[in-house]
């Protein structure tokens, strides 16, 4: 005993003190973990669900947080920059029907590559193959997005006066309507 004071009375008042700080740094270190796997799992949800529609919004957004989420990540970054190269890439306008295959199958591959090193990351177990193939898109869709372009395109070839607009009278048909014609009523003085 050095005046008064034991040495189990020190540890038990550092244990008081030292003990919460600990007990709260942990628990940061914790959330902060759990808070950057969210942030890796919503990227990587994303990417699964838009990865047949690779102009969609929110597959554009996921794809450009990747170099934030996974900076420390060799794998996922070299796929990723893979990727954004063939991104920047253009078919000619004279491409073939092959060429075109040819392009949107390297495309679709390295995105499978890329999601695949995300799942590694993340700790799933996830084939390429079931990347590469899986997804569902209503062809509904592919209908509206085609039709979409098909009207911009012409909406810009008359704004650009490369098509002219066609404009024409029109007189509405009296017997075209949503009623049919009035019956005739004879005249009072036949």
Sequence with gaps: MIDGVTILGVATAGAAIIGPAVAV????????????????????????????MPIHFDHV????????????????IAAWKNYLKNLGKRLPPDASKDDETIFSKARETLLTKLIHEISKVLKFKVEQLDILEGNY??????????????????????LGGHRPLLIKPHAPNQNNGPYPPAPEVPKANE
């Design 25 to 52: 740094w942990i628990t940061r270190m914790s959330d902060d973990r759990k808070e950057v796997r969210a942030r890796r799992m919503d990227i990587f949800r994303t990417l699964m669900r838009t990865r047949k």
């Design 61 to 76: 957004g996921a794809l450009n947080l990747i170099e934030i989420e996974f900076a420390k990540d060799a794998n996922v």
């Design 137 to 158: 898109i209503p062809q509904g869709w592919n209908d509206d997005d085609w039709e979409q372009k098909l009207v911009r395109k012409a909406l810009i070839d008359v």
